[in-house]
């Protein structure tokens, strides 16, 4: 549904395109019938494929703050080769690096479509050099951004999201 005037969307949502899409409308499904019953209104998100110019993608590296900050959490839905997609590192990296120590780990939502063990398994030992992009250009492009953020830090920030899972 549309965003209401006035009103902000519920979740940028972070996924890797490479993971199943039927269990991951699954578990979109379960996530919005929690949230329909707890706020009497259906959730809103910000999708990457619906949300920007598929045509001109480059030009979405610079808005993505924007895009990530104007959203009140960011979804999650791991799969088996979320961190393993750069687009999913820099994303959540983007959210450590625009929001307050304190309240960033609570602006994060995860779902997973595997097992808790696994996501936090891939979080405490993520690597962003073993991240990847379908596109080269896009590669490109984030790489020579990261390399000015440090990979350490990189690395640093999205191993705390181990931390959310229990």
Not at 37 to 56: E, S
Not at 83 to 104: D, G, I, K, M
Not at 113 to 119: F, G, P, V
Not at 129 to 138: G, K, M, T
Request: proline letters at 4%; a negative charge; charged letters at 25%.
């Amino acid at each position: 549904r549309p965003v209401m005037p006035g009103e902000i969307i519920d979740y940028f949502m972070s996924h890797s395109w490479h993971d199943d899409p039927i269990i991951k409308f699954l578990k979109l499904q379960e996530l919005a019938e929690e949230f329909f019953a707890k706020h009497g209104r259906h959730p809103t998100f910000w999708l990457d494929k619906v949300c920007i110019d598929q045509n001109n993608i480059g030009d979405s590296l610079k808005v993505l703050p924007v895009n990530v900050m104007a959203c009140a959490k960011v979804l999650v839905l791991y799969g088996k080769s979320y961190t393993t997609r750069l687009w999913c590192a820099w994303e959540l990296f983007v959210l450590f690096s625009f929001s307050r120590p304190e309240n960033v780990l609570q602006r994060v939502e995860l779902v997973t479509t595997t097992t808790d063990q696994d996501m936090l398994d891939a979080f405490r030992s993520f690597d962003v050099n073993s991240a990847r992009c379908f596109d080269p250009n896009d590669e490109m492009r984030l790489r020579r951004v990261i390399e000015v953020a440090g990979e350490d830090t990189v690395n640093g920030k999205l191993r705390t999201v181990a931390e959310l899972i229990k």
